[in-house]
């Protein structure tokens, strides 16, 4: 029985860092915004339906949308201190975090004159882009140029809404209007319902967009987190990006004990991170309290005058503060630290054992590169 339920915990694990190359079935390899979706669906913004498919042509709501570019833009852990009153959302909707976020942040404005949202309204294209477009610190045009830059390319320009030509002649200009490659001849079709496939497209383009000029308050919002803790020497920064390299060393604490003459083979360990990991500039890597979990790969209890005690661990996946669970390939192996008398005496007559408390620190090394957003710890696999 112990075996069946150590190799399932196993399998467990190794679900859980395979998930992610999970495709929909729906969304074939050459459909148009296919990379969009997968990206985003391993990113955690967008998910499929329980059947496992993703449906790219049915409608999103305003509520989902709200949710899902929160979600985009890494603020989903964002305190709102005054929050808006809107009469059809209540503190006990799924969404109203999600939504005041929005507000907060300048995606969406607060109709002063209904302060209605219309959570289960459809989000329309021109809702969507326009959303896109708030994320931003964009040049000013007049009403002019958004016509101009408009009817050069779509066939409806004269017939979208007022308020939408301004944010639409940005999005153009900035080439953020997605258009379905199915369309004989380009339209921006402002009122029609946005499709799962269009807002998934949308919200990539607007991640892209975010990194290099996000509007005021996304700015602070997404400026790289910094602390103290571990410094890992060897990590690298470039833009936004924190990568620690394979054959890092970091520490971790366990949380159960382990030993060679109790503990087996294929054991699931659990362990934390015991203090930030740092870069150099002091830029947070992984924060303090992330779950680490793994198995014992190799156990051998020692006996005197067969051998020395064997513990070795490898670590599989840690899940972060964003309840993120990635990839995080890591192994140790357990020595004493011993003078060199007693080396020799174990090096003659072996038999030594070796035991872990829990609560106890061990260093491991990184057998893969590890990458990370260090605006909001967001895990690249």
């Known amino acids: 029985m112990k075996n069946i339920i150590k190799s399932l915990l196993a399998f467990s694990i190794l679900c859980l860092t395979s998930a992610a190359a999970i495709a929909f079935p729906d969304v074939s390899d050459d459909y148009w915004a296919a990379s969009q979706i997968n990206l985003l669906s391993e990113q955690g913004v967008i998910v499929g339906y329980p059947d496992g498919t993703f449906k790219p042509d049915e409608n999103v709501t305003r509520a989902e949308f709200a949710a899902m570019a929160i979600r985009a833009l890494g603020q989903q852990h964002t305190k709102v201190a005054q929050p808006v009153n809107f009469t059809d959302i209540t503190e006990e909707h799924w969404a109203y ?4 976020k929005a507000v907060y942040f300048d995606l969406i404005s607060n109709d002063k004159e209904s302060e209605t949202f219309r959570p289960d309204d459809p989000v329309s294209r021109a809702e969507s882009i326009a959303v896109a477009v708030n994320a931003l610190t964009t040049e000013s045009i007049s009403l002019a140029k958004a016509k101009e830059v408009l009817t050069k390319v779509y066939i409806d320009a004269e017939t979208i809404p007022e308020w939408f030509i301004i944010p639409a002649g940005k999005a153009e200009i900035l080439e953020m209007i997605v258009i379905s490659p199915t369309q004989e001849k380009a339209s921006l079709e402002a009122v029609r319902p946005a499709t799962r496939a269009e807002v998934a497209a ?5 991640t892209e967009q975010a990194k290099l000029n996000p509007n005021a308050k996304l700015a602070e919002a997404m400026r790289k987190k910094t602390g103290e803790g571990f410094v890992l020497e060897n990590a690298t920064v470039q833009g936004s990006i924190g990568t620690i390299p394979s054959g890092t060393i970091i520490p971790v604490k366990l ?13 699931i360990y659990n362990a934390v991170v015991p203090q930030n990991y740092v870069t150099k500039e002091k830029f947070i890597l992984i924060r303090q309290g992330a779950n680490l979990k ?3 790969l190799d156990v051998r209890p020692g ?14 996946i840690v899940t972060t503060e964003n309840d993120q669970t990635a990839t995080l390939k890591a192994t140790a ?7 060199w008398w007693m080396k020799f005496v174990r090096w003659a007559f072996k038999g030594e054992k070796l035991e872990v408390q829990a609560d ?10 590890v990458k990370i957003d260090l605006t909001n710890g ?3 696999e």
């Open 294 to 296: 793994g198995q014992l």
């Open 360 to 369: 106890e620190t061990i260093n491991m090394q990184l057998l893969n590169p």
């Open 97 to 100: 975090e999600d939504i005041q």
């Open 333 to 339: 192996q357990i020595y004493k630290d011993r003078n």
């Open 255 to 267: 949380t159960n004990y382990l030993s060679t003459q109790t503990s087996e083979g294929g054991t």
């Open 202 to 206: 949308i919200l990539f383009k607007m």
């Open 303 to 316: 006996k005197y005058f067969v051998r020395n005690g064997v513990l070795v661990l490898e670590n599989a």
């Open 378 to 380: 967001w895990i690249y």
